[in-house]
């Protein structure tokens, strides 16, 4: 399934790296499919509510606004627009920081 050398290998014979990447995986592939299902539904009526600004951003990552502008010209953080006023899609914010954790 998600291991290329045996399928049959025991869960107990698995380094923490083994498993973490493994379950990491796993977790990204069902955000994923969870969030393609809810853009199908919206069918894009919400649009406008998935774009938030860096209030809005700092409230749901906890960063500081320095580590913030930080990380979008590092381009660590996917951003709509660049300038005044930053705009972010929060479906991007999500899918990227699952991303960076692989």
Request: charged share 25%; hydrophobic share 35%.
């Amino acid at each position: 399934m998600y291991l290329t050398d045996d399928e049959n290998k025991p869960l107990f014979t698995l380094s923490v790296a083994q498993y973490s990447r493994i379950l990491r995986k796993i977790i990204a592939e069902e955000v994923e499919s969870i969030l393609s299902i809810c853009q199908k539904e919206t069918n894009n009526n919400n649009q406008e509510a998935d774009i938030c600004d860096i209030d809005q951003v700092i409230k749901i990552t906890k960063l500081a606004k320095s580590t913030l502008y930080s990380k979008v010209s590092k381009k660590h953080i996917p951003c709509l627009i660049r300038g005044k006023p930053l705009l972010f899609s929060k479906d991007h914010l999500i899918i990227s920081s699952f991303h960076q954790m692989n």
